[in-house]
């Protein structure tokens, strides 16, 4: 079992190249609005990804705002990703999951962004 796994992540990892490639291999996870600006929710969101990846907190990033506006913060090789947008009455935050579903990270990384809403 234990080469299955990290396998499985080489394999992953090769899919998906960019946040564009994330946002579209499994799809939008869920949504989430928060009161604050975009990038104080996505520096926040940040933050609490670090704190999950509390070993190497170096493999959590945060881009600048696209052409879009949107900050995207993922982990490496685009696990996870949460896309994070100004709108009339703070920001919209929306999950992509492409990470493991056996170990709980998912709730984590979620937990991470309700924290920050």
Same mark, same amino acid.
């Given at each position: 079992?234990?080469?299955?796994?990290? !396998?499985?992540?080489?394999? !992953?990892?090769?899919?998906?190249?960019?946040?564009?490639?994330?946002?579209?291999?499994?799809?939008?996870?869920?949504?989430?609005?928060?009161?604050?600006?975009?990038?104080?929710?996505?520096?926040?969101?940040?933050?609490?990804?670090?704190?999950?990846?509390?070993?190497?907190?170096?493999?959590?990033?945060?881009?600048?705002?696209?052409?879009?506006?949107?900050?995207?913060?993922?982990?490496?090789?685009?696990?996870?990703?949460?896309?994070?947008?100004?709108?009339?009455?703070?920001?919209?935050?929306?999950?992509?999951?492409?990470?493991?579903? !056996?170990?709980?990270?998912?709730?984590?990384?979620?937990?991470?962004?309700?924290?920050?809403?």
């Amino acid at each position: 079992m234990k080469k299955i796994i990290p !396998l499985s992540i080489i394999l !992953l990892s090769g899919c998906m190249s960019s946040v564009q490639d994330a946002r579209e291999y499994n799809g939008q996870d869920s949504s989430y609005h928060s009161r604050y600006s975009a990038d104080v929710t996505a520096t926040c969101i940040k933050t609490k990804w670090q704190d999950v990846y509390a070993a190497d907190p170096s493999k959590i990033w945060l881009t600048k705002p696209d052409n879009n506006g949107i900050y995207s913060v993922y982990a490496a090789s685009f696990l996870y990703l949460a896309d994070v947008k100004d709108d009339i009455k703070g920001s919209s935050v929306t999950y992509y999951n492409n990470g493991d579903r !056996l170990w709980g990270t998912k709730e984590k990384m979620i937990q991470g962004i309700k924290s920050c809403l």
